[in-house]
Every structure is written in structure tokens, then in C-alpha cells.
């Protein structure tokens, strides 16, 4: 009897600890797995990337009327739009691998570029680019940079730092289409040298400077080990097309928000 009571109590001892196995087991289970960050669905744009060009943000002190110019009030508005309707700024990596090898990229993507290197670039722009989470770019005159009505080399630097891709728009700006030879050369040769000293990047975009580009150009640019270069000529950016010869959209004050909101799901916007 006194056996049979044993085996008893072992099997009751098994049993409890089984139960507890199971427990801990379903325990663990109904521990909620940590969130899934949330995926970005990525295809193949049909129609293209729109490339965004803006120059200076803000007023500027020159001429209270440049179109070129976008008050601040208009730019954050564009980028409110932009991240309320679920579209994804892209690098420019991004960008080369989808014109270059037909590559997805997040869906409703977009390209945000930004000329010249204008003080606002560093005291507007990043912040806005911080708080959205967004990829951009910056085309600098790289002769420019510490000239007192541009950026320095340590708000660039910072730029870099937060995430914004700095590239090469020429060393003094100037039309590389009308250079020959080693002044062509020279120029694009300091730009590239320049980026690689103060930033320790080896560059690999250009920005034609007044959206002026040849062949001869684009030759001296792909020696140089630039990938993509890009013009002022309308229009998206699409697979196969010259990528010394990028389209981009122009965005100035006389777009308001619903000619962006055009300017960023039609390439037949309307003109303004
Ligand atoms: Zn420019």
C-alpha cells in the first residue's frame, strides 16, 4: 500500500511541475514580442521619383520678391503634407538604384534637394528634416562655404551629422558647360577634394550650377566618380533615363499647396 502511495504522491509532484512548465511556457507566450517597427511598403515607382529643387527658405534680404525664395511659412507646409499623406523622402542611394537598376524604393517616394548652401539650409531646414524623420539633400558651392553670406564648414558638418546628404554643386558655382579642359577639371577636382577634407566623404553627386550640363560635362563628372548629376530641365526621374542629366521639380513661392500636392503625384502639374 505504503508504494502505491508513493507513486501517487510522485505522480501528483510530476504533475504540479508540469503544470508549472506550462505556465511558464504560457507565460512567455503572453509576454507581448516587442512591437514590429513599422515596414514601409517598397515598389517600383511606375512613373518616377519627383526630384523637389528649393533654394533659399525664408525672406530673402536681396530681393523680398525672388521666387526662388520660399517663406518658411509655405515650406512647412509642404513638408506637413508631405508626412500627413504617408510619402517617403529618399536618399540618394535610394534614388541611383532605382534609375540605375530599376530597384523599389519606399512607395510615394520623393527626392527633397536644397541649392546653394544658404544659412537657412542649417537655422530651417534641418530641424524640419529632424522632427519629419526625412531624407534630403544639400548641393554646395564648396568655394562658398565660411564666406560670411553662406553656410561654414561646422553648420555643414553638423548637417552631415544629423543625417542630411551633403554633395557638390561646383567649387565657385559657375556654368561647368561653359569650361573647357582643365578648368573644367579644376573645378569639379577642388569640389571633390574639398568635400573629402572637411567632410571625409567621397562624393558622388553633382548639382550643375545655374542647371547648365554637356557631355564634355558629364564625362569630366563620371572621371571624378559622380553618379548622379542633376539639372534644373522639368520633369521626374525615372529608370533609364541619363543619369548625368537628372530632371527635377522646381518649387518656388508661387507653388502653394495644392499645386505641390500636384507638383508630387502628376509630372502634368500645373505650371506656375
Ligand atoms: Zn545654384
Not at 562655404?145 to 546628404?165: C, H, P, V
Request: aromatic content about 12%; overall charge negative.
Amino acid at each position: 500500500m505504503r508504494i502505491w502511495k508513493l507513486v501517487g504522491m510522485a505522480l501528483v509532484c510530476l504533475a504540479l511541475l508540469a503544470g508549472c512548465g506550462f505556465t511558464g511556457e504560457q507565460k512567455q507566450e503572453t509576454v507581448a514580442a516587442p512591437e514590429p517597427a513599422k515596414q514601409v511598403e517598397m515598389a517600383v515607382p511606375k512613373n518616377g521619383v519627383p526630384v523637389l529643387m528649393y533654394h533659399m527658405i525664408g525672406v530673402d534680404p536681396a530681393d523680398p520678391h525672388n521666387q526662388a525664395c520660399l517663406t518658411e511659412e509655405n515650406f512647412r507646409k509642404q513638408m506637413k503634407f508631405l508626412k500627413d499623406n504617408d510619402f517617403h523622402p529618399i536618399t540618394m542611394e535610394q534614388l541611383y538604384e532605382y534609375m540605375a537598376y530599376n530597384k523599389p524604393v519606399p512607395v510615394r517616394p520623393v527626392v527633397l534637394t536644397f541649392d546653394d548652401g544658404y544659412p537657412d539650409t542649417y537655422s530651417i531646414v534641418m530641424p524640419v528634416m529632424k522632427e519629419y524623420g526625412f531624407a534630403c539633400t544639400v548641393f554646395i558651392p564648396t568655394y562658398d562655404a565660411d564666406q560670411s553670406t553662406r553656410l561654414t564648414w561646422q553648420q555643414i558638418k553638423e548637417m552631415q551629422a544629423a543625417g542630411m546628404e551633403i554633395a557638390s554643386h561646383g567649387y565657385h558655382h559657375e556654368r561647368v558647360n561653359e569650361m573647357g579642359g582643365n578648368t573644367l577639371e579644376a573645378e569639379i577636382q577642388k569640389s571633390q577634394a574639398e568635400l573629402k577634407e572637411h567632410l571625409g566623404i567621397t562624393n558622388e553627386y553633382f548639382c550643375y550650377p545655374y542647371g547648365g550640363y554637356n557631355p564634355a560635362a558629364a564625362k569630366v563628372l563620371k572621371q571624378f566618380g559622380i553618379k548622379l548629376a542633376f539639372t534644373m530641365d522639368p520633369g521626374w526621374a525615372k529608370y533609364g533615363d541619363n543619369p548625368y542629366a537628372v530632371k527635377r521639380i522646381w518649387i518656388g513661392n508661387e507653388v502653394d499647396i495644392d499645386n505641390f500636392r500636384q507638383r508630387v503625384t502628376t509630372e502634368k502639374y500645373e505650371q506656375r
